[in-house]
C-alpha cells in the first residue's frame, strides 16, 4: 500500500462511450502524474500537474483530458478512444522537494472494444 | 537526452540462486537512481534508491544495487531470489524536482523464477 488509490481497477468501454478513470492520495503530495504503460512497451508518461496546474502534457491525443480539481484528486476523462487505447493505466503522486521519488498507484486496466 | 537501458528483457533463475539485472543509464549530471518492482496487475513499489554517497545502496526485500559512474551502471543484485520475486523490474533515473522531477523508465526485465 503506497497511499495512492485508483478507481476503477478494471474498466471494459465500448469506443463511443464516456468514462472517467479517478486517482486520489492524502499523503500532502502536490504533484501528480499519469502514466500508460502498454504490453510490451515502456512505461509512457501522459501528464504531470504540480500544484493543481498541468505542467507536461507528452502529444497525448484529445480523446484522453485529464482534471486536477485540487492536490489531492487526479481524473483522466475517457471519450471515443480506440482498441489500441487499452493498456494499465496508473496514476503516481511525489511530495515537493522529492528527488524523483514517485509513489504508484495500482493501476486500472482498461479494455477498449 | 536521458535514456535508460535495461539490456535483458527476460531472465530465468532458480529459486535460491543468485540474481543481478542490469542497467545502464546516459544523464549528463550525477543521477538519482531507482528500481521499481512490479508484481502482475499491481503499480510499481519502489526497491531502492540511489542520490549520493555510498554507492552499495540496500533496498527492501533483501535487494541492493552498486552505483558505478566509471560504467554508468546501476545493477540491481539478490543472493538468492525467492518464488515470490518473480515480477518485472524496472531501473529509472530522474530529473530534480525543480526541473519536474520527471522519471525516465527503461523498458523492464520480467524475472522468473524456477523451483
Known amino acids: 500500500e503506497t497511499g495512492v488509490t485508483q478507481t476503477p481497477r478494471h474498466l471494459v468501454m465500448g469506443m463511443t462511450n464516456k468514462k472517467s478513470l479517478k486517482c486520489e492520495q492524502h499523503?500532502?503530495?502536490?504533484?501528480m502524474y499519469w502514466y500508460k504503460q502498454s504490453a510490451k512497451k515502456p512505461l509512457e508518461l501522459m501528464f504531470v500537474?504540480?500544484?493543481?496546474?498541468?505542467?507536461e502534457n507528452n502529444s497525448v491525443p484529445s480523446r484522453f483530458s485529464p482534471e486536477c480539481p485540487n492536490s489531492s484528486h487526479l481524473f483522466l476523462h475517457l471519450h471515443t478512444l480506440q482498441p489500441e487505447d487499452s493498456a494499465l493505466y496508473l496514476c503516481?503522486?511525489?511530495?515537493?522537494?522529492?528527488?524523483?521519488?514517485?509513489?504508484f498507484g495500482p493501476g486500472t486496466r482498461l479494455t477498449v472494444l | 537526452a536521458q535514456s535508460v537501458t535495461q539490456p535483458d528483457i527476460h531472465i530465468t533463475v532458480s529459486e535460491g540462486a543468485s540474481l543481478e539485472l542490469r542497467c545502464n543509464y546516459s544523464?549528463?549530471?550525477?543521477?538519482?537512481l531507482f528500481w521499481y518492482v512490479q508484481s502482475p496487475g499491481q503499480g510499481l513499489q519502489l526497491l531502492l534508491k540511489?542520490?549520493?554517497?555510498?554507492?552499495l545502496v540496500q533496498g527492501i526485500k533483501g535487494f541492493e544495487a552498486e552505483f558505478k559512474r566509471s560504467q554508468s551502471s546501476f545493477n540491481l543484485r539478490k543472493p538468492s531470489v525467492h518464488w515470490s520475486d518473480a515480477a518485472e523490474y524496472f531501473c529509472a533515473v530522474s530529473r530534480p524536482y525543480n526541473q519536474g522531477g520527471k522519471l525516465i523508465f527503461g523498458q523492464g526485465t520480467e524475472l522468473s523464477v524456477k523451483p
Open positions: 540511489y542520490f549520493s554517497g555510498d554507492t
Open positions: 503516481a503522486s511525489t511530495p515537493k522537494g522529492a528527488r524523483g521519488e514517485q509513489f
Open positions: 544523464y549528463g549530471a550525477t543521477p538519482y
Open positions: 500537474y504540480s500544484l493543481e496546474e498541468r505542467v
Open positions: 499523503l500532502g503530495h502536490n504533484a
